[in-house]
């Protein structure tokens, strides 16, 4: 069995996606950061936080976190997407998806302290868009899915992992 740091079903789906065969325990944990992360450093750090908490809670030998978030770039807001693999004895592993950037309009209220899963819904005319396509399913029309983006980060952690010959 491995833990999952959250209940959200298109990350849920990502990680069945790859882990056809392991029973997935699906918990909400605390990520330790914003609401709405805000640079690469922490959306990953929620990542890795998830990972942990989600490994104690389930007292299980893998952890996995995903997290999503923005970063301010010289190209302007970009979304970003990273995960997390926790194994025992091992330093976290880590993994960043594809990273498109975000309408102009979307800028004033993220950084006014709005979550971009409410601002995209607004967008979209839709609900719970952070749950099924994602911000990144509305922004390309449908070709590419929140699920598929956690999909290939899980494979790029699990592919990691067994890359190992031992931890520490
Ligand atoms: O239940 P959890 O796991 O927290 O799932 P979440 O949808 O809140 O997702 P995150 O916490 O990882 O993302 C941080 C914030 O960014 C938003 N977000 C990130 N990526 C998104 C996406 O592709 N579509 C919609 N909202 C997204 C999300 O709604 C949160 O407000
Ligand atoms: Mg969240």
Known sequence: ??????????????????????????????????AQPFSDEETVEGAINRA??????????????????VVETDRGLLLCNWGALLASDCEPIVAGGLRIPLPEEFVAPLKSGRELGEIIDEYAKKENVRQNEGAIGILTGGYISREQ??????????????????CR
């Open 52 to 69: 942990r908490n989600a490994k104690v809670e389930a007292n299980v030998a893998i952890g996995i976190g995903l997290e999503g978030g």
């Open 149 to 166: 983006v956690f999909t290939d980060i899980v494979k790029a952690l699990i592919g990691q992992y067994k890359q190992l010959k031992s």
């Open 1 to 34: 069995m491995i833990a999952l740091g959250t209940t959200n079903p298109a990350k849920i789906r990502a990680v069945q996606a790859v882990f056809t065969t392991t029973e997935i325990k699906a918990l909400s944990v605390s990520s330790e950061v914003s």
